[in-house]
């Protein structure tokens, strides 16, 4: 029998908490249609016995408090809401439990930005984690070292999983089915869900708006000037000389400021621009590409799969406006 610890903290997504239980339980079910004995026991873990959510509309009983002992083998830790920092304020009394289950030999997993929490125990630094492509600039200013791959869906390391944004989290449960039963049972898990089991990217979901928190004016404007004028042609002298700074100068400040180099936030703007292009309008793939300043076919389908996952014409198929309504 495994047994799964699902935490309720304070200012939780309720269904962070009841999704993982109810994929579990029906696992259990379908082992037992299948003449097995059920292999997981769920149960929901707090600092109080009710915890009040999403204002008080919901409210979760929990099975087990912080100050009880018992046997775990995995811990959930779910999605939060609402201001990050003073969630994570207020849920500190789940450190030290969490980092004590792992060192019992505990595996733990956390669901969207409940990396958050995760990441606030220490057991990330120098690992792999995702989490909300949303909240990744915040993430990274807040963990410097832990290696973010806000791109995943979900990552697996030393007994340590983390999904990506939202409904992500559903692969990563099928990812714990398959690692803890069989691939079988986890197709069957995600046929009943009706979920994609193969999906491993949330880059095609991602929204690039670059990252202005930062102190610098002078990289403020050469952001402003790269998103003005993404049609043309920019090089990274181009910019250094506009602002009166040296190349090598300019482009440390700039990867510093915005966590990407000056070659990746032109080519991130570019193609944003081209999702857009592609969800809303008539105009061929061709015709985007050079509308958003490339000329070389193989090129921009390059930079495009990379950056959001799919070819232009996946990416069109899939979100294009006049595909859905043909």
């Known amino acids: 029998m495994k047994v799964i610890s699902i935490l309720v903290p304070e200012t939780a997504v309720p269904a962070a908490i009841v999704d993982p239980s109810y994929m579990f339980r029906a696992v259990n079910t379908f082992l037992q249609q299948q003449g097995q004995s059920p292999l997981f026991k769920i149960q929901l873990v707090g600092i109080t016995p009710e915890v009040a959510l999403s204002g008080g509309s919901v409210v979760i009983r929990t099975d087990q408090l912080l100050a009880e002992d018992g046997p775990c083998d995995l811990v959930i830790i779910p999605a939060l809401s609402g201001d990050l920092g003073a969630a994570l304020q207020a849920n500190r009394a789940f450190l030290p439990w969490i980092v004590k289950r792992y060192k019992q030999g505990a595996e733990l997993a956390s669901l969207c930005v409940g990396a958050f929490l995760l990441a606030e125990t220490g057991l990330l630094r120098g690992s792999l984690c995702s989490t909300h492509w949303l909240f990744a600039q915040e993430f990274r200013a807040m963990f410097p070292d832990v290696t973010l791959v806000d791109e995943r869906v979900v990552t697996d390391q030393n007994g340590i999983y983390s999904s990506g944004g939202a ?12 690692k803890y039963t069989s691939r079988e049972m986890a197709i069957l898990a995600a046929k009943f869900f009706v979920l994609d089991i193969s999906r491993e990217s949330q880059a095609p979901f991602m929204i690039f708006r670059g990252q202005k928190k930062h102190e610098d004016a002078v990289i403020k404007q050469a952001q402003d ?36 180099t000056v ?61 859905a309504n043909s």
């Open 225 to 260: 000037l790269i998103e003005d004028r993404f049609q043309d042609r920019i090089t990274i002298d181009d910019l250094a000389d506009k602002f009166g700074v040296g190349r090598r100068t300019f482009e440390r400040r700039f990867k510093k400021a915005t966590s990407n």
């Open 263 to 323: 070659i990746e936030y032109i080519q991130r703007v570019k193609i944003e621009a081209a999702k857009s292009q592609l969800e809303n309008g008539r105009k061929t793939v061709a015709e985007v590409m050079y509308e958003v300043g490339y000329t070389d076919v193989k090129a921009f389908r390059d930079v495009f799969k990379r950056i959001a996952g799919m070819s232009p014409i996946d990416y069109r198929n899939h979100y294009s406006r006049l595909t």
């Open 167 to 178: 409904s992500a989290y559903w692969n990563l449960l099928l990812h714990i089915v398959e």
